[in-house]
């Protein structure tokens, strides 16, 4: 049951080659000792029941990483949509969430110093002052507990320092990029200690649109600068240490974005979108960075949030911990889906019989309270950990809907009715709180089993006002509606430290996402509908070794998911609807899935001067059932996207995926060090839609990126020259369906620059 009997035979062997290991291992260690807190405790990376991919700061700064989509890039099953530019959507091994109402929850989610940030907004920052990125793949539902039901990504900051730390680095490059990053850290008085740092960031876009070449349509107007980086952030911490039992980290954190909004460029073969920009050049698509755009719309977003954190050891063995934390998180787009004149240059030649003519906007407001306690303790056999947690989140998000239609003939449909702003506003308050523990037993000094379980409510009250326009008629409702959801989540693992340098673990998980409501609506229905929680059972297999004189390392992790209650996006129409009534796209629980697949991560050092790793995944997703919720009925027809999608590939799961890194060093005569890496990542085909169209998916690509370095003799100047996309590849970083063509958000073409980095301690 656990796993196909294709893949056990794999980790058979590397049992045996673990057994004979012990016999072949010197104790002398190459590579650096990785520590991570995957269990909420500080364990070697070599030594935790879990598949998690950690980056150290200097790994991402060696590695140029500088937000979550770099992280992405090289974490094995991880992959990152971009429908939009301030809310990224995650998925990890096939679970992921495209649900952006003021009543859902995403599946992937980021912490950041143990804070739950449950708006897909405000996970949208630029990574820096990190010590480490931890990437748990899988159920988190024991200790990471609410909504973790695809995976963690846990950020965590340095601490202030004890002794003094200056840190500035600054990096200019092509398409006008500009940045700085800085750090200052160290004693401010007696047992207090402090620490402030910075990040600005500003880079052009690479999209650009072609209306100027129709100045009967556009006089004097030009459209540059789509896709571009604007970005400011600052933290500051404090940490006291008022006894030797007692530490207290206080935090504070702002940051802003303020870029253009979505735009795209149209895939086809067919559909209307894409015919008609092909119409304007029987050429067109041959540059994915030239569109056609008038307005290129806005997202500005703020993030403001502080945490205490107090940690009072009780006694040698016990330590209680007191986590709080407020966030605020304030987005809003603008997203011009056609102009007039955009849309009477499309219909202008006949080629589109209509065109889709007005705005998609929305504001997104969030205030999010959370409060953890925890008892952890130990001793030789026994390691343990308790708690409870509390969390409020208030969120106001008003998404308007301005979508009119434009003959060829001439002839319009406005897409409001005047004086009426039509759209959803929805107001969302989520409570919800958990008990949870876990702890690990050491039967034998090489031996270990692990139990844990966490019992999770959740209650959400939604107020809803939805005002019509002419294209839906019947988004016309003003209600309150309340819905809540319990589940108790577990997991257990066995662990067998077989020798120093193997270690094995069979691990059962299970994760769960609360129930919500469905963000922008077309009718009372459907917004007053709520759907259910999703559910997913994780086996694991996994085996975390070291060999040749711990010159190699080589992590598998091989499993299965049972995944139910999927939250899906889909086209469907209410039960009493008559005859032809057009279809809707509505969330609800839709389809069960089943997730099978192997991941391998592997550093090699053959030198001491030369490291090569990288990391390998296998991904076989396939809806396992696909139904019609209660109340709703496929279109008329049944054909389309009503089809019957089981056996379909989830989304954002490419079959294989993987990355491969070489760094090798120079230590030079005068005391300098020239260091040479490339990376290269290549992802399978990504499909974006349940009914996997081929015009909607993200095509596979190959990317380069290259870099060398130089770290002046005396160590504390570092200059970089870089480019990432070396290789100029032409790829998407996301794509999705309207009227039969693809929507795909370009990937950056190649872009270089030169970094400096001067440092003190």
């Not at 909504?147 to 963690?152: L, R, S």
């Not at 692990?450 to 209600?479: A, C, H, M, W």
Request: hydrophobic fraction near 35%; charge should be negative.
């Amino acid at each position: 049951m656990l796993i196909r009997t294709t893949l056990a035979p794999a980790f058979l062997v590397l049992t045996a080659l673990c057994a004979i290991s012990g016999n072949i291992y010197a104790a002398k260690s190459v590579m650096e000792e990785v520590i991570v807190t995957a269990e909420r405790r500080e364990v070697n990376l070599q030594s935790v029941p879990v598949a998690v991919t950690a980056f150290t700061g200097e790994e991402m700064d060696a590695q140029g990483i500088v937000d979550i989509k770099g992280i992405t890039e090289r974490t094995p099953g991880f992959t990152m949509g971009v429908f939009n530019p301030g809310q990224p959507q995650f998925y990890i091994r096939g679970i992921g969430s495209n649900e952006d109402g003021a009543g859902g929850d995403q599946s992937v989610i980021v912490f950041v110093d143990e804070v739950y940030i449950g708006r897909s907004a405000g996970s949208d920052f630029q990574l820096f002052d990190l010590e480490r990125v931890e990437v748990l793949r899988g159920p988190q539902g024991t200790l990471f507990g609410k909504n973790v039901i695809g995976g963690a990504v846990s950020l965590i900051s340095k601490k202030p320092t004890e002794e003094t730390v200056m840190k500035f680095e600054g990096t200019v490059g092509n398409l006008e990029e500009k940045s700085l990053r800085g750090l200052i850290s160290g004693e401010i008085a007696e047992n207090v200690y402090g620490k402030v740092s910075f990040s600005s960031r500003r880079r052009d876009g690479y999209v650009d649109s072609r209306i100027g070449e129709f100045p009967e349509f556009f006089p004097d107007t030009s459209v540059d600068d789509q896709h571009d980086i604007n970005t400011d952030s600052i933290r500051t911490g404090l940490r006291l240490t008022p006894s030797d039992r007692l530490e207290v980290n206080l935090t504070a954190n702002y940051s802003t974005m303020d870029r253009a909004g979505p735009t795209y460029i149209s895939i086809g073969p067919g559909g209307i979108p894409y015919n008609a920009n092909a119409s304007l050049d029987p050429n067109y698509g041959n540059n994915i960075h030239k569109n056609f755009v008038e307005d290129p719309g806005s997202s500005e977003t703020d993030i403001f949030g502080v945490t205490a954190r107090f940690d009072y050891e009780l006694t040698d063995s016990i330590t209680f911990t007191s986590l709080t934390s407020f966030r605020n998180v304030d987005s809003e787009q603008d997203w011009a889906l056609s102009t007039p004149n955009l849309s009477a240059l499309f219909v202008s030649g006949g080629a589109v019989p209509l065109y889709l003519i007005g705005n998609n906007n929305y504001t997104d407001e969030s205030d999010t309270f959370t409060h953890e306690f925890r008892l952890t303790g130990g001793s030789d056999r026994l390691f343990w950990i308790g708690g409870l947690y509390y969390m409020t989140e208030d969120t106001d998000r008003f998404e308007t809907s301005s979508v009119g239609l434009l003959f060829a003939s001439g002839f319009s449909i406005p897409g409001g009715f005047p004086g009426v702003e039509a759209g959803d506003d929805q107001g969302n308050e989520t409570t919800s709180y958990s008990i949870f523990g876990q702890f690990t037993y050491n039967i034998t000094d090489s031996l270990a089993v692990t139990l844990g379980g966490r019992q999770s409510y959740d209650e959400k009250d939604i107020t809803r006002v939805g005002t019509p326009s002419p294209l839906s008629p019947n988004r016309n409702f003003n209600f309150k509606t309340d819905e809540d959801w319990d589940a108790f989540t577990g997991k257990f693992s066995l662990e067998w430290q077989a020798t120093n340098d193997a270690f094995l673990y069979l691990t059962v998980s299970e994760g769960y996402k609360a129930g919500g409501f469905q963000g922008l609506a077309a009718t009372e229905l459907i917004a007053i509908t709520p759907f259910d929680p999703e559910e997913a059972t994780l086996y694991e297999i996994g085996a975390k070794t070291e060999w040749f004189d711990n010159r190699l390392r080589l992590n598998l992790a091989v499993f299965k998911t049972d995944y139910t209650d999927l939250q899906i996006l889909q086209l469907l129409v209410e039960e009493a609807a008559p005859e032809g009534t057009g279809g809707q796209l509505i969330t609800q629980n839709a389809a069960d899935a089943d997730i099978e697949g192997y991941e391998l991560e592997f550093v090699i050092a053959p030198t001491d001067n030369l490291t090569i790793s990288g990391s390998y995944t296998h991904l076989d997703t396939e809806f396992s059932d696909f139904f019609t919720p209660a109340g709703f009925r496929p279109p008329d027809g049944g054909a389309g996207t009503s089809g019957d999608r089981t056996g379909n590939d989830l989304r954002n799961a490419p079959d294989s995926a993987y990355n491969i890194l070489a760094r090798y060093r120079m230590d030079l005569a005068n005391g300098g060090t020239l260091t040479w890496q490339a990376d290269w990542r290549h992802k399978d085909i990504v499909y974006q839609d349940p009914d996997i169209f081929e015009f909607a998916a993200v095509p596979e690509y190959d990317v380069l990126d290259l870099r060398v370095s130089y770290l002046w003799p005396n160590g504390n100047l570092e200059t970089t020259l870089w480019s990432r996309n070396a290789n100029d590849e032409e790829y998407f970083l996301h794509n999705w369906p309207l009227q039969g063509s693809g929507q795909a958000t370009p990937a950056p073409p190649r872009t270089y620059g030169l970094t400096v980095t001067w440092q003190y301690n």
